[in-house]
Each structure stands twice: as C-alpha cells, then as structure tokens.
C-alpha cells in the first residue's frame, strides 16, 4: 500500500465509523480516534465477510464502500453490546 492508498484507508475507515455511529443506537463512549479505529476493524470485517460471500475466498480489501459501512455497523453493535451496561427496571 502506497501513502495513498493509506490515506484513503483512513478516509473511509473515519466515514464509515461515523455513519456507524449515527446508525447504532444506545451510549458510545468513543473519540475520534476511537471512531476512526472501529470504522477501520470494520472496513477489514466488512469487505471480508464481503469477499467469503462473493466466492472470491479470504481476500484483505479496504475498497469497498458499502462493505466497509456494513462491517463498522457490525463491529459497533458488538462493541455495544459488551461495553454497555444494562439497565435494571425497578418498581
């Protein structure tokens, strides 16, 4: 990967933990480097979990745009869910 290449990565990477962000619901206690990391993890999972289902086989591709959104909405919903703290309804 060329520095181009990187920084694309990381624009989409960003954009991508952005939209998850607005997407999923309930407390997300990230900064913006925490958003710009899990758009990241969820680039690779997306275009992965992509690529398996495309029968191109385990193939590493931060391209894709719907991808790389769907992986970060994936990976942010687990993060919310093992991070978040139930709430106990009391009567």
Do not use: E, H
């Not at 758009?39 to 690529?51: A, M, P, T």
């Not at 495309?54 to 790389?68: E, H, N, P, T, V």
């Not at 919903?77 to 978040?84: D, E, K, M, Q």
């Amino acid at each position: 990967m060329d520095i181009g290449g990187i920084i694309l990565a990381i624009i989409i990477g960003f954009v991508a933990g952005l939209i998850a962000r607005a997407v999923v619901p309930g407390k997300q206690d990230l900064g913006i480097v925490a958003t710009l990391v899990l758009g990241l993890i969820g680039s690779v999972v997306g275009n992965l979990l992509f690529s398996l289902l495309k029968g191109d086989g385990f193939r590493f591709d931060l391209g894709g745009w719907w991808a790389s959104i769907l992986g970060a909405i994936l990976v942010l919903f687990i993060y919310v869910a093992a991070t978040g703290k139930r709430r106990r309804v009391t009567r």
